[in-house]
């Protein structure tokens, strides 16, 4: 009786045409990846922001960043919505002052932190790389606009605000405090900011529509 050869399955040999399967990245890399660009980007700023010194400070190769990330503007980008996911969280206490109090507080934590480093590098880029610029408008900015606008959407519904174009203005009255604050000024954000500022600029400004 003849032997039988032995399939390349058998041995662990994916056969003609299979795709290889794709190794699951480890998430515990990607955080330190994250944390070495920010650590690059205090040193060194934007300009001097290489892959290189990413993966010297971070202990990994390039090609682990590579298979993540395609530039040092996509790390910057993942930086901002990691910042925004972890923090924007669309508020439904049914106040639209305590709705707003919450979604400023968390913009300032935003601004304070890991993700608000990367927004400032991003800035001062951004009209230098017009791809750039439109990831940030269409990721973390279309995001935190649409948070704003779903709150005083459900403030119409519950008829604590009245329908009107100008609502979007007063919204936007209150980010661009601290976004002043923050990028121009150089002055601290926080909880207690976010809390004045709707008290003292955006309700009266939404009461009178």
């Given at each position: 009786m003849s032997l039988r050869q032995p399939s390349s399955l058998s041995w662990g040999v994916p056969p003609a045409g299979a795709r290889p399967r794709r190794r699951r990245l480890d998430p515990s890399r990607d955080r330190a990846i994250q944390a070495a660009v920010l650590?690059?980007?205090?040193?060194?700023g934007y300009a001097g922001l290489t892959m290189d010194a990413v993966a010297r400070t971070a202990g990994v190769s390039k090609a682990t960043i590579y298979r993540r990330w395609s530039s040092k503007a996509d790390v910057l980008v993942s930086?901002?919505?990691t910042a925004s996911d972890e923090t924007l969280v669309i508020p439904d206490s049914g106040s639209l002052r305590d709705d707003m109090v919450a979604l400023l507080t968390a913009l300032a934590a935003v601004l304070a932190g890991p993700g608000g480093s990367a927004s400032r590098a991003l800035i001062g880029v951004m009209n230098q790389e017009p791809a750039l610029e439109e990831a940030f408008r269409r990721g973390p900015m279309a995001r935190w606009?649409?948070?704003?606008?779903?709150?005083?959407?459900?403030a119409v519904d519950r008829g604590e605000l009245v329908a009107?174009?100008?609502a979007?203005?007063?919204?936007?009255a209150g980010p661009a405090i601290l976004l002043l604050r923050w990028m121009i000024s150089g002055m601290d954000?926080?909880?207690e900011?976010?809390?004045?500022v709707v008290d003292d600029v955006m309700m009266p400004l939404l009461r009178r529509l």
């Open positions: 650590e690059v980007l205090a040193q060194v930086l901002i919505d606009a649409e948070a704003f606008g779903t709150v005083c959407e459900r009107s174009g100008a979007s203005l007063a919204a936007e954000v926080d909880q900011l976010a809390v004045a």
